[in-house]
């Protein structure tokens, strides 16, 4: 994990990255400058230099859009692409733009800018003939694009939880929201004819607490008003990690700081009577295990399935409709599927343009609204527990900023995990809340799962089947993601080529020198921060890599892009990577795995 701090290597590094980025956008900017065609030169300029100078930051379907837009944006559109670029490279990697080493970085973006500023984008300060550039540290400039990039975008002043409301009969929740006068409901959906006990309504009133933060973000206020909600004090502690930690990458991202944020309001909640119940439930007994179809909780399943009786799987649609790649795997595994459809309110998924330009976007700790719908269910069900399958580099983080670590992953961590179970021993007693694969790591995990050969046609873990627009989805691996790129490297040890390449649909991206950064990211040769998504630790990648590199299948010269990497790790670094495999698949750490099910998890 490394540091963001202006004072590190790191800072250092981004500098002279985005330098180099600039000197090739600026020879590029020259080179149009010297002889600019009448009706298409903006659109030139504006395209190819934020090509070069964004292009290896943003996501693969980001890329996608941009290239998208070089052939078909209209005359307006590199402008608005140019000041995007200027507010995503400092908002969202916290790049100190200021100083005459980055005037050329400005000068690029503001010629771009100039188009859609209305002004002469061949006439002084935009050329280099003006005054040397302009820096996007300089007041012009500066001022310039925080009038016109984003004039409406500043935080909310205050979000508050309105209500959460049961409709028994037909088993939805509908979870209603404030902020600053604009009004929000999400409807989970459970189905009629379960029993709505006491402990179903506190497991609601959860849900209702931490699905707040998917509308608490559009605006990002200082203060949330807890209203009426009843609330327990080791509730709030967990509510103010859930926004503080939960959303780390979210405050990063859009460079604001939550740690201030204040929680008023709220009413002490009454005790939940004991009624006899144990202190845990025995989770051997009808456990219900979420299931995403990757390879984690496929693990968990393959290996509980023989120690349990009556599991199920538990699955959170989207409102009418089902993820084909969930579906499959789902299938082969032949247990019964408990399912809810979460409902998102429509302003937040398709805002007006308005609304766009004003609200702020990023990552939430959807995990943990997972686990608290999950949870419910569990309830409605008469389901002893619900067993995740977060393993043991999910605590791992991602940066440091201001001395907090930053972790994408933070409600699949252990950190969570605990607060969350604390928080139910006390709210819901009769649901059990443990990850069954907590002590194990991402290297062990895909060790087993090399063995389970019904699987590998059907598991999907590329974030592309995911994507909110049906367009942009696919129903099998990308292959150039972060996420193809992990478990491909994961798996390597472990499988022959052959057989990863039919996995990835003839795109193992080992076999892919073009995703060579995104390997050297997660090995950690290059001074970026591990990838905000959901991928090992460095140790693990590194030992894969090594122990891929080891195997007699992988040493002929079409496989001369696996050994370039090993060979950027350095002696030292293979050495120790090579050593520490064999703790990387042995069992470590803490664990909340109950005594009923430790022969099931093979903890020696």
């Known amino acids: 994990m490394v540091t963001l701090d202006r004072e590190t290597d790191l800072r250092r590094q981004e500098r002279e990255l985005i330098e180099r980025r600039a000197r090739t956008a600026h020879e590029l900017l020259r ?8 009706a298409t030169w903006w659109n030139d300029v504006g395209t190819d230099v934020f090509i070069e100078l964004v292009a ?29 670029s200027h507010r995503d490279l400092r908002n969202r990697w916290r790049l100190d733009w200021e100083g ?30 003006g005054v040397g550039g302009a820096s996007v540290g300089s007041p012009a400039l500066s001022a310039t694009l925080a009038d016109r990039a984003d004039p409406r975008r500043r935080r909310a002043e205050r979000f508050a939880y309105v209500g959460v409301d049961v409709d028994e009969a037909e088993g939805v929740v509908r979870c209603r929201y404030d902020l600053d006068g604009r009004a929000f409901t999400e409807e989970i959906t459970f189905g009629p004819g379960l029993a709505w006990t006491p402990a179903a309504h506190e497991a609601a009133r959860l849900l209702f607490l931490l699905a707040a933060v998917s509308y608490y973000k559009a605006g990002a206020p200082p203060v949330v008003d807890l209203g009426a909600t009843p609330v327990r004090p080791g509730e709030l502690d967990l509510l103010r990690s859930f926004y503080v930690d939960g959303l780390g990458e979210f405050a990063v991202r859009n460079d ?28 051997s007994t009808r456990p219900l295990i979420p299931f995403g179809g990757g390879l984690d909780s496929i693990v968990t399943v393959e290996l509980l399935r023989s120690h349990v009786t009556d599991p199920a799987l538990f699955v959170v649609d989207r409102a009418g409709y089902r993820f084909e790649s969930i579906e499959r795997a789902a299938a082969v595994t032949g247990l019964p599927v408990v399912r809810a459809e979460r409902e998102i309110d429509p302003t937040l998924v398709r805002p007006t343009d308005d609304e766009r330009a004003r609200w702020f976007n990023g990552h939430v700790p959807v995990t943990g609204i997972i686990s608290a719908i999950a949870v419910l269910a569990a309830v409605l069900h ?7 399958s977060n393993e043991w580099s999910a605590s791992s983080g991602n940066v440091r900023v201001g001395g907090r670590d930053v972790n994408h992953q933070f409600s699949k961590s252990e950190t969570f995990e605990a607060a969350w179970r604390a928080v139910l021993a006390e709210a819901v007693p009769t649901v059990d809340y443990f990850s069954f694969l ?12 090399a ?40 798996l390597s040890p472990f499988l022959p080529r052959t057989e990863l390449d039919a996995i990835f649909d003839g795109r193992e991206p080992l076999a892919n020198p073009a995703l060579a950064d995104r390997f050297r990211r997660l090995l950690a040769t290059v001074d970026d921060p591990k ?27 079409e496989h001369s892009f696996l050994h370039q990497l090993v060979d950027e790790l350095g002696p030292a670094a293979v050495e120790a990577a090579d050593d520490g495999s064999a703790r990387l698949l042995r069992p470590m750490g803490v664990h909340h795995i109950p005594d009923a099910l430790l022969a099931a998890a093979p903890l020696r």
């Open 31 to 38: 080179a149009k400058l010297e002889r600019p065609g009448p």
């Open 56 to 84: 290896a930051r943003i996501t693969p379907d980001e890329a996608a859009t941009v290239r998208a837009w070089r052939t078909t944006g209209s005359r307006g559109s590199w402008g608005s692409v140019a000041v995007t």
């Open 100 to 129: 005459p080493d980055l005037d050329e970085v400005g000068m690029a973006i503001g010629i771009a800018a100039a188009h859609r500023l209305g002004e002469d984008p061949t006439a002084a300060p935009w050329t280099p003939e």
């Open 256 to 283: 604001l700081d939550l740690t201030g944020i204040e929680l008023v309001g709220g009413r002490p909640a009454p005790p939940v009577p004991a009624a006899g119940q144990p202190a845990r439930p025995d989770a």
């Open 382 to 388: 008469g389901r002893s527990a619900v067993v995740m």
């Open 438 to 449: 907590r002590p194990f790591s991402e290297l062990w995990i895909a060790q087993r799962f």
């Open 451 to 490: 063995g389970m050969h019904a699987f590998h046609p059907v598991f999907h873990s590329c974030n592309r089947a995911f994507h909110l627009d049906p367009a942009e989805r696919l129903d099998h691996w990308c292959g150039e993601c972060d996420k193809c790129v992990f478990i491909d490297l994961i």
């Open 531 to 557: 990838p905000f998504e959901c991928v090992g630790d460095v140790d693990e990648c590194r030992a894969a890599l090594v122990l891929a590199a080891e195997r007699a299948d992988r040493n002929g010269p």
